[in-house]
């Protein structure tokens, strides 16, 4: 059974910075890449970032680029997001996600593995 646990959400003012962790147990990822997602209140789930496992290419959502840092532990089968400048458009439940190949992906579809959902809330 794969498991995703996301951690890290919370409640934070406008230009404050914020670090998502995502857990990996189950099974091994060494090649999987892996990716996060979000979903605001009212609007569809929505592609943030993705990375290799392996070589570590990253894509961005352009909505995050340059704020926003993925990266990945092997050893700790982990993943982070690191979220810095945050505005109250970023506030939305952040999903982390497996997917079924090693292909950084922008496409839902393309990931077969999701964690519950942590809940990413800007607000002054």
């Known amino acids: 059974q794969v498991q995703l646990v996301e951690s890290g959400g919370g409640l934070v003012q406008p230009g404050d910075s914020l670090t998502l962790s995502c857990a990996a147990s189950?099974?091994?990822?060494?090649?999987?890449?892996m990716g996060w997602f979000r979903q605001a209140p009212g609007k569809e789930r929505e592609f943030v970032a993705t990375?290799?496992?392996?070589?570590?290419?990253?894509y961005y959502a352009n909505s995050v680029k340059g704020r926003f840092t993925i990266s990945i532990d092997n050893a700790k089968n982990t993943v982070s997001l690191r979220m810095n400048s945050l505005n109250t458009e970023d506030t939305a439940v952040y999903y982390c996600?497996?997917?079924?190949?090693?292909?950084?992906?922008?496409?839902?579809?393309?990931?077969?593995?999701w964690g519950q959902g942590t809940q990413v809330t800007v607000s002054s």
């Open positions: 990375i290799s496992w392996s070589a570590g290419s990253t």
């Open positions: 189950g099974r091994t990822f060494s090649r999987n890449a």
């Open positions: 996600a497996a997917s079924r190949t090693a292909v950084p992906s922008t496409r839902q579809w393309d990931y077969a593995y």
